[in-house]
C-alpha cells in the first residue's frame, strides 16, 4: 500500500456516477479454530469489473470471539488509500485504488481475496458458532466520521446493496480442543534397572473419573501402578497388573458428590498416573508402551475419561498417544573396601584387614623398624613406609603393582614437621619415581591443625613406560620426614600421634584421602598409624662412664677404669656402659683407649677439659657445671641419659 487516509469517501463519492446493476459481490469466509486461538475470516470480492475501490463493513457477537486485526492482502498492496479498523466485535476496511493518476487504477476483474479479519476465539465453556455479518450504515473507519454502507466502485459508480451488490456472510466457530491422554516416554534411572513412565490428560472440562490401560512390549516388567498428582484426592482407585500390562481404574468422589465433588479441573499435560517398570536384562532397548483397549483386566478395560457422567474413550474423540520405555545399561558399582572401619562394605563376608583388597598397608615408623622415641627439645626421623605384598593372582591384572599413592597424615602441635621428604635408599629414588610431593602444614591456627600430605607417581613424563612399585615382601620405606620435638620437660614419658587421616587437605583447598592407585583405578589401604615416645634427651656428664651423676664429682677415677674395662677386659670383668656418649671423654664420637687417658689428664695432670656438655666441674670458673645435651652429632647414645629423671641441672 501508498498511504492510508482517514477521510477516504470524499474521494469515492467523486468516483461515484449513475447507479448500475453489475455482477459484484462480497464474500466472508467460514473459520474454525480451538479456544484461546487466533482464527482468520476471509474478506473476499467477486467482480465482472474492474475495482476502483471498496467499503466492507461487518460484526459478530464478540462474547464468543474478539477482534484482534484486520490484515490487507497482497491484491491491495499498491492501492493508495487502504483504511482499516478493528474493534472487539466489528470491523471497517475502506479502499481506493487510485488518487493521483499514477500507477495502478483499479483491482482487476475476478475473485481476489482483499483482507482478513482475525478473531480470538474465546474459552467456551461449550463449542460455538458465531456469523460475521456485513452492516450498512452502523460503522465507521473513524471515531465521529460517517457511517458507511457496503459498497464497491466501478466505472467510478458506487454498486452497493440496492444495486445488486451481493453480500456473503461468514462465521468464526470455536471448539474445545481435543482431549487427549498420552505416555510420556520413560526410562530407568541412574545406577538401577527401575523406572517409570507417566499417563498424562489434557482435558478441556472436568474430569470425575478416568481408566488407564497400558499394554508394554518384551524386556521390562511392570511392579506397580500408581495414581498422578493430578488425581491425588481420589476417594477410589484400583490397578490390575499382569505379564502383559496394567489397568488404574479411578474414581474422583465416592462420598458426597453433591456437597463438594473434587475433580480433575481442565488443563493440559495433567499427570494422572504412574506406571513403575524394572528392566529385565541390563542392556540397550526400547520398549513400547500402549494404550491398548479392550485387552487388559478382568473385564476387559479401555482407557476413558468421565466427565458429566457420562465416559469419554476413543470412539468419542478421546485422542490416545503411545509412548516408549527405554532401558539404558547400569554400572553396577561393586562397593569398596573401607580397610578401616569395621565394616564389610564389598560384602564378601571379610572385613577391613582380612580381606584381600586390604593387602596393602601404610604405616610410620623409626629408621630400620620399630617403635619412634625423641628426647624432647631434640628431633627425630620418621620413616613412612608401605607394605605391599605379593596377590599371587593368576591372570594379566597386576593390582599388586602401584601406579603411585596419596598420605594424607596428621601429627601433634608440640611436632614440627621439616618441609623434607628424604627418598634417598628407598624405592621410590631406585624406580626414579617422576612426580614426588610433600605439602606441610604446621600452622596451629588455620583451623585444621597440622597436616603432612605426601603424593606419589611413579611413571608421570613422557615416554611413559608403565613403570610401578612392584610387590613387597616386607614394609618398605617411601621417605623419611625429621621432627623437631619442643622443648618442654613436662612431654617425658608421653607420647604423640602421627595419624593417617583422609579428608585432609595440606597447605591446598582439596581433600586429600589415603590411597593406592593400581590399574587406573584407587583402592583403599589398611592404616598403622604411630606414635612418639618423649624421653629426657640424654642428659649426661662429659666423661662420666659409669653414669655415677655426682654432679660437681661426676668425673673420676672409676670413670677411666670403666673404659678400659668396657674396652679390654673379658667376661664378667667387661664393663657394659649405658652412656656411651659419657665415656666419649674428647667427643670424637668412638670410645677408645684415648677417652680413659683424657679422663686420667683432666683429673691428675692439668689435662684439656671433657668438652660440652662438661664433666660437672670447670677449671676456668671454678664452679659446677649441670648435666646437659650432647651437641655433637654421632652415632653413640645414652639410653641411661634418657631417663625422665635425669634433666639439666644436676
Known amino acids: 500500500m501508498k498511504r492510508k487516509l482517514l477521510g477516504f469517501l470524499p474521494v469515492i463519492c467523486a468516483l461515484v456516477c449513475t447507479s448500475t446493476v453489475y455482477g459484484q459481490s462480497m464474500s466472508l469466509g467460514d473459520a474454525t479454530g480451538e479456544f484461546g ?31 484482534v486485526d484486520l490484515v490487507p492482502s497482497a491484491a491491495l498492496a499498491d492501492a493508495d488509500v487502504v483504511q482499516t479498523r478493528i474493534e472487539s466485535g466489528y470491523g471497517v476496511l475502506g479502499v481506493v485504488v487510485d488518487t493521483d493518476g499514477a500507477g495502478p487504477v483499479a483491482i482487476p476483474a475476478g475473485d481476489s481475496v482483499v483482507a482478513t479479519l482475525k478473531i480470538q476465539c474465546g474459552d467456551g465453556p461449550a463449542a460455538s458458532t458465531t456469523a460475521v455479518n456485513f452492516q450498512d450504515g452502523s460503522y465507521a473507519t473513524v471515531d465521529g466520521g460517517p457511517a458507511l454502507d457496503n459498497i464497491l466502485v466501478v466505472d467510478g459508480q458506487s454498486v452497493g446493496a440496492d444495486d445488486g451488490l451481493g453480500l456473503n456472510s461468514g462465521s468464526f466457530s470455536c471448539t474445545p480442543p481435543p482431549q487427549r491422554m498420552s505416555i510420556s ?30 499394554c508394554h512390549g518384551n524386556g521390562i516388567t511392570l511392579d506397580s501402578i500408581s495414581v498422578g498428582s493430578a488425581a491425588a484426592a481420589a476417594d477410589f482407585s484400583t490397578e490390575e497388573v499382569s505379564e502383559a500390562g496394567g489397568a488404574l481404574g479411578v474414581v474422583m468422589d465416592l462420598e458426597d458428590p453433591v456437597a463438594n465433588p473434587p475433580v480433575i479441573g481442565p488443563g493440559d499435560g495433567l499427570h494422572i498416573a504412574t506406571y513403575n517398570y524394572t528392566c529385565n ?47 539404558s545399561p547400569v554400572v553396577i558399582v561393586i562397593p569398596q573396601e573401607n580397610c578401616n572401619n569395621g565394616v564389610d562394605d564389598d560384602e564378601d563376608g ?13 604405616l610410620c615408623q623409626a629408621r630400620g623398624g620399630g617403635e619412634i622415641t625423641a628426647g624432647y ?41 621439616s618441609e623434607n621428604l628424604d627418598t634417598s635408599g628407598t624405592i621410590l629414588e631406585a624406580l626414579g619415581a617422576e612426580f614426588v610431593n610433600m605439602q606441610v602444614d604446621n600452622d596451629d591456627n588455620d583451623g585444621d591443625g597440622r597436616e603432612l600430605i605426601i603424593g606419589v607417581l611413579v611413571d608421570a613424563l613422557p615416554p611413559f613406560d608403565g613403570a610401578s612399585i612392584p610387590p613387597l615382601s616386607t614394609p618398605q620405606p617411601m621417605g623419611y620426614v625429621t621432627f623437631d620435638v619442643e622443648d618442654d620437660s613436662a612431654l617425658c614419658g608421653t607420647s604423640v600421634d ?10 591446598g583447598r582439596v581433600p586429600i584421602k589415603n590411597l593406592v592407585s593400581a590399574e587406573n583405578q584407587s583402592r583403599s589401604p589398611s592404616l598403622e598409624s604411630c606414635s612418639v615416645g618423649i624421653f629426657g634427651d640424654e642428659f649426661f656428664f662429659r666423661g662420666d662412664c659409669n653414669f655415677s651423676l655426682m654432679g660437681t664429682m661426676a668425673v673420676d677415677i672409676a670413670d677411666a677404669a670403666s673404659v678400659i674395662a668396657y674396652l679390654f677386659l673379658p667376661g664378667a670383668w667387661q664393663f657394659q656402659p649405658g652412656c656411651l656418649d659419657a665415656c666419649d671423654a674428647n667427643d670424637d664420637g668412638r670410645v677408645d683407649l684415648a677417652d680413659s687417658v683424657g679422663i686420667l689428664m683432666y683429673l691428675f695432670q692439668d689435662g684439656m677439659q671433657p668438652p660440652a656438655p662438661g664433666p660437672g666441674w670447670d677449671k676456668a670458673s671454678q664452679a659446677g657445671t649441670p648435666a646437659g645435651r650432647d651437641p655433637t652429632e654421632d652415632s653413640l647414645d645414652c639410653a641411661l641419659g634418657a631417663s625422665c629423671d635425669i634433666v639439666a641441672g644436676q
Do not use: Y
Open 37 to 67: 486461538t487466533v482464527v482468520d475470516v476471509s474478506l473476499s470480492l467477486g467482480s465482472d469489473n474492474d475495482v476502483q475501490g471498496l467499503v466492507a463493513a461487518f460484526d459478530w457477537d464478540d462474547s464468543d470471539g474478539s477482534g
Open 185 to 214: 516416554n520413560g526410562g530407568n534411572m541412574g545406577d538401577s534397572l527401575e523406572g517409570s513412565a507417566r499417563v498424562l490428560l489434557s482435558a478441556h472440562s472436568a474430569v470425575e473419573g478416568f481408566v488407564t490401560a497400558v
Open 281 to 327: 536384562n541390563n542392556s540397550n532397548m526400547t520398549v513400547p508402551l500402549t494404550l491398548c483397549d479392550g485387552v487388559l483386566g478382568d473385564p476387559a478395560k479401555d482407557n476413558l475419561i468421565v466427565q458429566g457422567g457420562l465416559s469419554i474413550g476413543a470412539a468419542d474423540g478421546l485422542i490416545l498417544e503411545n509412548g516408549t520405555f527405554t532401558c
Open 350 to 362: 571379610l572385613v577391613d584387614a582380612d580381606d584381600p583388597n586390604c593387602a596393602t598397608t601404610f
Open 377 to 417: 627439645g631434640g628431633s627425630v626421623e620418621v620413616c613412612f613406609a608401605i607394605f605391599n605384598p605379593e596377590d599371587n593372582a593368576v591372570g594379566l591384572g597386576q593390582p599388586d603393582h602401584l601406579q603411585g599413592f596419596s598420605m594424607a597424615v596428621t601429627f601433634d602441635s608440640i611436632l614440627t614437621a
Open 498 to 507: 602421627i595419624s593417617f587421616t583422609d579428608g585432609i587437605n595440606g597447605v
